[in-house]
């Protein structure tokens, strides 16, 4: 069934912040949300585990027709995924499935496998939809299109920050030539290339905080004057 539930489209590379201003909105709005992000993760994950080659198109188009993926409510009030039934959150996480995914990803096949599963996630009152295509390719009729950018330094910078809180050593210069390297991919690829909708309004978040983007948002969300699921934006 087709849905006209209002999208709000958030893309741009990672590092970005895009997953932090999602999550905040989807909240404050009462929204669902889509991590797009985390479907390309699963399938390079499920293909990893399964000895599947990253170059067979036609193997990994199956795999992403048949992911068994659920969302839930993690115990950090983040959003855990089960991939066949099994915990995967911390590992969809890591650097090695990023640079997977971003290869799977180039796939034409495995993004077609994987655009009714995004439809899907339109439903009322509305969806934050987060990637690299979804105001250009997935949800074309977004009502609004944001396009997060920021140095790749930067993007490193908060990279490495990230990781080591979580107790992990890795070189800011390793982080940023990994970072650099999927940009060029995801920009690139023939199909559906990270670039913004020309009807996307784009934000550098380099000398942005978290709250500086979202007051930003906001303000366009009140001009389009959106309903929401709860009382406050
Ligand atoms: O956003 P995240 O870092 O989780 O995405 C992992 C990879 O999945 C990206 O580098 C990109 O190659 C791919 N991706 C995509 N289209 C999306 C979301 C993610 O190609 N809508």
């Known amino acids: 069934m087709t849905t006209t539930a209002p999208v709000i489209a958030?893309?741009?590379?990672?590092?970005?912040?895009?997953?932090?201003?999602?999550?905040?909105l989807a909240e404050g709005l009462g929204w669902h949300l889509l991590d797009s992000g985390a479907l390309y993760r699963a399938v390079a994950l499920a293909a990893l585990a399964a000895?599947?080659?990253?170059?067979?198109?036609?193997?990994?188009?199956?795999?992403?027709?048949?992911?068994?993926?659920?969302?839930?409510?993690?115990?950090?009030?983040?959003?855990?995924?089960?991939?066949g039934g099994e915990d995967v959150t911390e590992r969809l996480r890591t650097e090695d499935c990023g640079a997977a995914a971003s290869r799977v990803a180039a796939c034409p096949a495995v993004r077609t496998a994987l655009l009714a599963r995004q439809h899907a996630c339109r439903r009322a009152p509305g969806l934050i939809a987060d990637g690299r295509d979804m105001g250009t390719v997935v949800f074309p009729d977004a009502v609004l299109k944001i396009f997060l950018t920021a140095s790749a330094e930067e993007r490193a910078r908060r990279r490495h920050k990230q990781l080591k809180e979580k107790g992990m050593n890795v070189s800011l210069a390793q982080l940023f030539q990994d970072i650099?390297?999927?940009?060029?991919?995801?920009?690139?690829?023939?199909?559906?290339?990270?670039?913004?909708?020309v009807d996307a309004t784009v934000i550098d978040t380099t000398q942005l905080s978290v709250e500086d983007v979202l007051a930003v948002v906001r303000r366009l969300v009140r001009e389009r004057d959106l309903k929401t699921g709860t009382t406050h934006v």
Not at 10 to 24: E, F, H, I, N, Y
Not at 180 to 197: H, N, Q, Y
């Open 51 to 83: 000895g599947v080659d990253l170059d067979d198109e036609s193997a990994l188009a199956r795999l992403a027709a048949g992911l068994q993926l659920d969302f839930t409510a993690a115990a950090d009030a983040g959003i855990g995924v089960h991939l």
């Open 10 to 24: 958030v893309d741009g590379p990672s590092g970005t912040g895009k997953g932090t201003l999602c999550a905040r």
């Open 180 to 197: 650099a390297g999927r940009d060029e991919r995801d920009r690139e690829r023939s199909v559906a290339p990270l670039r913004p909708a």
